[in-house]
Every structure is written in C-alpha cells, then in structure tokens.
C-alpha cells in the first residue's frame, strides 16, 4: 500500500515529527529524574537543565552537570535526543558539544553510565 498522494504523506510526517518532539520533549523532563537520582547518590555533584530555546539550547547544551574530578569542579553541557536522525545532525551542528542519544525505552543504567562516560572522555 503507497501513499495517496504527498499531501497525505507530508500530513503524515508533520504528526510523526510532532509525536516525536513531544516525545524529546517529556525525555528532557525524565532526564531530570535521572540526574536528580545521580545527584542524591553522589555521582554528580549538581547538574543544570538549560531552558528550551535559550542560548544555550541554541548551542546544543540541553543540560549542564558537574562533578569534582581529582579535587578540581568539573563542568559539561550536553545535548540529548530520543532520535538517532537528530543525532546526526546536531553532532554535526554542534561538534564542540557532546550529543548523547537514548532511544525510547532506554535503560536508566545505561543513560548514568553514558553521563558519567562523559568525565572520562573530556580533558582536563
């Protein structure tokens, strides 16, 4: 079965998109609970949600956590996305800037690991 016609099918991708920014949308609020959790265990000593649309998220910095590495506070912002499509593209729009991907369904295990992953991976 194929498309009627495009104005079905762009209707169609326009719901898709929307379901999926509500979908990235609800994941940044959820991200907060995990990053709350890994605050209360000592994993991160204090994190930051940047407003949507701020300069910040304009930049590709949806989050902000810090951590004493060695004795010295540590910062990282980070992007983060539900969507391996938009993860493409905003590693390429903001290469300075680690874009983190957690598809729907992603174990909250696997979302500290990759968050704490990033201390290592950052210099000094």
Same mark, same amino acid.
């Given at each position: 079965m194929g498309w009627r016609n495009s104005r079905v099918r762009e209707e169609a991708r326009g719901r898709r998109s929307e379901r999926f920014g509500r979908y990235g949308r609800d994941f940044e609020e959820a991200m907060v609970g995990h990053l709350t959790k890994m605050q209360e265990a000592g994993d991160?000593?204090?994190? #930051?949600?940047?407003a949507p649309n701020s300069s910040e998220d304009c930049e590709g910095k949806d989050f902000m956590v810090a951590k004493a590495v060695d004795g010295i506070r540590r910062?990282?912002?980070?992007?983060?996305?539900?969507?391996?499509?938009?993860?493409?593209?905003?590693?390429?729009r903001h290469p300075k800037v680690?874009? #983190?991907?957690?598809?729907?369904?992603t174990k909250p295990e696997t979302i500290r690991k990759r968050? #704490?992953? #990033?201390? !290592? !991976? !950052?210099p000094a």
């Open positions: 991160i000593d204090d994190f #930051l949600r940047h910062e990282i912002h980070f992007g983060v996305t539900i969507s391996f499509h938009s993860w493409n593209e905003s590693k390429v680690p874009q #983190l991907c957690f598809p729907i369904a968050i #704490l992953e #990033l201390f !290592a !991976a !950052a």
